[in-house]
T-cell receptor, first 111, second 110 residues
């Protein structure tokens, strides 16, 4: 059963700490998206990659967020330093053509 | 103007009736359009894709696209309580970004 795998599923951290979220895309998918979901803003696109190259990260606060794909099986999203307003569910999605399939998300709480 | 707009609802529909969900988008260069279903506390699940004007049917679901009006809709026939969820419209814009609306909450009344 092919699926996008995200770790951790839940993360509670103190303000100022570094947070790293990981995503394993579906094998063979060459596009990876990072989204953030909040009640107020809905699903916001933070960054996306194609063939491991970053195509757009204009949705990310550049001073604290960074996204990378060190290899085809791993995408990472880092927040340093974290702030309470970063509390949200972060989703990774992958696709082979134009469709995107979502992982289960990482629920981040910054206190 | 938001890129993808949906009525937030909630939309209440009696069981067995047709649920009609609507979405408009701003980028005329958009080529691909999607409907996702999201249950509370779960991740979005792709249920329909449509790429050309007209209707696309899959079981009880029909997606409709009108590029001239920049309008996408989803019809759910014979609505079931299990269809109660938030439905997200998504559009792949000319920059290959998949942009989501905020979703419409659908409630099927037993």
């Amino acid at each position: 059963d092919a699926r996008v795998t995200q770790t951790p599923r839940h993360k509670v951290t103190e303000m100022g700490q570094e947070v790293t979220m990981r995503c394993q895309p579906i094998l063979g998918h060459n596009t990876v998206f990072w989204y953030r979901q909040t009640m107020m803003q809905g699903l916001e696109l933070l960054a996306y990659f194609r063939n491991r190259a970053p195509l757009d990260d204009s949705g990310m606060p550049k001073d604290r967020f960074s996204a990378e794909m060190p290899d085809a099986t791993l995408a990472t999203l880092k927040i340093q330093p974290s702030e309470p307003r970063d509390s949200a569910v972060y989703f990774c999605a992958s696709g082979a053509t134009v469709e995107a399939f979502f992982g289960q998300g990482t629920r981040l709480t910054v206190v | 103007q938001k890129e993808v707009e949906q009525n937030s609802g909630p939309l209440s529909v009696p069981e067995g009736a047709i649920a009609s969900l609507n979405c408009t988008y701003s980028d005329r260069g958009s080529q691909s359009f999607f409907w996702y279903r999201q249950y509370s506390g779960k991740s979005p699940e792709l249920i329909m894709s449509i790429y050309s004007n007209g209707d696309q049917e899959d079981g009880r679901f029909t997606a409709q696209l009108n590029k001239a009006s920049q309008y996408v809709s989803l019809l759910i026939r014979d609505s079931q309580p299990s269809d109660s969820a938030t439905y997200l419209c998504a559009v792949e814009n000319r920059d290959d970004k998949i942009i989501f609306g905020k979703g419409t909450r659908l409630h099927i009344l037993p």
